[in-house]
């Protein structure tokens, strides 16, 4: 509890850092989100020469879209401390980290909260509910309690991603770019039915690096496809709890990496 009342203390204060200029933030919000709807409008345009793809139509690719993307731009909110870790190392401020009486992985994750990604989040928000409107979802208890879930997961992969990226610069002090063929390609990739891709993609986006349990197959459950994908019906309702140990995995990795740290400050 301590430490979930800290959490919230430093983010009070990141927002409060950040809303010191509202008409500044209220702008950043909106281009944020006006550029994001480009995104989709390219994807419409897809659509609008070829009705379906693999058997998805624009909304259900839209229901893709949505889901991704709001669980990129939480990430984005609440791992920035471990996507712009690289400036800790860079001038040695990591080191003030280690002697700090709270664990490392705490502090980094606190550090930062990115309040004008709710432009990102509002835009994916509102295409997720468009399509959704667009769709004939049955909606229950259960399906409300699966997407939850799966959002909870899908944020939690892409944080995994910013740790990776973080940990890697304990060795190569900058952040190494094919970190962003996973988080911005994978929004990218994601957007699209996976069943696009060719069988060796899907398996290395599924087993190694679960991108395809983000949203492709709880896609799968919610919009009731399961039957003509076929894919197991056990992996699809286990997919959103891949995000969770995924993340896992990347913390026992970042621990393991600030062993290995050596200071390059000055």
Request: hydrophobic share 55%.
């Amino acid at each position: 509890m301590h430490h979930l009342s800290l959490y919230f203390y430093f983010v009070k204060l990141r927002i409060r850092s950040q809303m010191e200029y509202r008409l500044s933030f209220v702008f950043d919000v909106c281009a944020q989100a006006s550029i994001s709807v480009i995104d989709f409008f390219m994807i419409a345009l897809l659509f609008n020469r070829f009705k379906e793809l693999a058997g998805w139509s624009l909304w259900e690719v839209g229901f893709l879209y949505g889901m991704i993307g709001i669980c990129f731009a939480v990430a984005e909110m609440v791992g920035r401390g471990f996507d712009v870790f690289q400036r800790n190392i860079v001038r040695g401020d990591f080191d003030t980290v280690l002697i700090r009486p709270l664990g490392t992985f705490f502090q980094v994750f606190a550090h930062e909260f990115l309040l004008r990604r709710l432009g990102r989040i509002a835009q994916a928000l509102v295409v997720f509910l468009i399509a959704n409107s667009q769709l004939t979802v049955t909606w229950s208890l259960t399906k409300v309690g699966y997407l939850f879930i799966s959002l909870i997961g899908g944020t939690c992969f892409f944080v995994g991603l910013f740790v990776i990226g973080a940990t890697s610069c304990f060795w190569t002090v900058q952040s190494i770019e094919i970190i962003n063929i996973f988080t911005n390609g994978g929004v990218f990739m994601g957007s699209y039915p996976f069943s696009i891709y060719r069988w060796w993609f899907r398996h290395f986006f599924t087993f190694i690096v679960p991108l395809a349990c983000v949203n492709y197959f709880p896609s799968l459950f919610l919009l009731e496809k399961i039957g003509v994908s076929g894919v197991s019906p056990i992996g699809v309702h286990l997919a959103p709890f891949a995000g969770f140990l995924f993340l896992g995995i990347t913390v026992l990795f970042w621990r393991w990496g600030v062993l290995h740290y050596q200071s390059t400050g000055f």
